[in-house]
């Protein structure tokens, strides 16, 4: 049997852990090498197997990563390393990463102790926004009509205006449906993270740090929001998953 140290052989490192979680002993990785820990004190690194040289890159590999790190998230606290970190051996894993941020580790499970990630994603019904968008805004309403069924080389300017406002009209709709959003969630989280989001249809992507006491809490009131928002908007919450957002170690 193989172990990290192997000649051409790495150690892949997906997170922290404390040193008494147990990970299911069928877990696999990255290249779908069996996942285990390496123990320094009362922390751990979650690792694997990995080919030192090849390079780790591909969509099933960050799937891979993700799913390690989200199935560790529903057993206890983990902090995330960032996707592709490798070292040399699992002596390296203790001397270069556990053993110098050992009581910073330490910390950040503490504070993540109870704690998971959800992440909030809501879209506009780009239809319904538009409609809006157009009966609140009379000057809106006028430059659509001027433009509807018209070549454009005559109507350019005025297309070029109708976009701008537009564009204007929906980034004032989205900041304060965002806020409403936002100040309903803050009820119910411990730290928000609002990330950025493009696209005519972009509401509101935010990542949310729970308390798993609160958790069903936390979900009615985002049954509460995506019934408020019914016909407007489609809310979809995605979770428990690892605290991406909020952790974050280096290998």
């Known amino acids: 049997m193989t172990t990290p140290g ?43 197997l990995v080919d030192s040289e090849e390079a780790r890159a591909g969509r099933a590999d960050l ?26 051996n699992r002596d390296a894993v203790t001397s270069e990463l556990l053993e ?25 019904d780009e239809q319904q926004v538009l409609s809006e968008v157009v009966a609140e805004n009379a000057e809106i309403a006028r430059l659509r009509e ?9 109507t350019y300017g005025a297309r070029v205006r109708l976009g701008e406002l537009v564009s204007r009209a ?7 449906d965002g ?10 989280v411990t ?11 972009r509401l509101l992507d935010v990542a949310v740090l729970v308390e798993q006491a609160r958790r069903a809490e936390f979900e009615r009131a985002v049954e509460g929001l995506a019934e408020t928002f019914a016909g407007r908007a489609r ?5 428990p998953t690892a605290p991406y957002d909020f952790v974050d170690a280096e290998a």
């Open 6 to 48: 192997d000649v051409g052989l790495g150690c892949y490192v997906y997170g922290i852990v404390g040193a008494d979680l147990v990970v299911p002993p069928d877990l696999r990785g990255i290249g779908d090498q069996v996942v285990g820990v390496a123990p320094y004190g009362d922390v751990a690194a979650v690792i694997s």
């Open 63 to 88: 799937l891979a990563h993700g799913r390690v790190l989200d199935t560790l998230a529903g057993l206890g606290p983990v902090i995330p390393v960032r996707f592709g970190s490798v070292l040399q």
């Open 100 to 124: 110098p941020d050992h009581e910073r580790f330490q910390l950040m499970l503490q504070e993540l102790t109870g704690r998971v990630q959800f992440t909030l994603r809501a879209r506009y």
């Open 146 to 154: 001027l433009t509807r069924e018209q070549p454009d080389e005559s």
């Open 170 to 176: 929906l980034e004032v709709k989205s900041t304060e």
């Open 179 to 188: 806020r409403t959003l936002l100040a309903e969630l803050d009820r119910h």
């Open 191 to 201: 730290a928000l993270n609002v990330r950025e989001s493009a696209g005519i249809d």
């Open 235 to 239: 809310l979809k919450l995605i979770g």
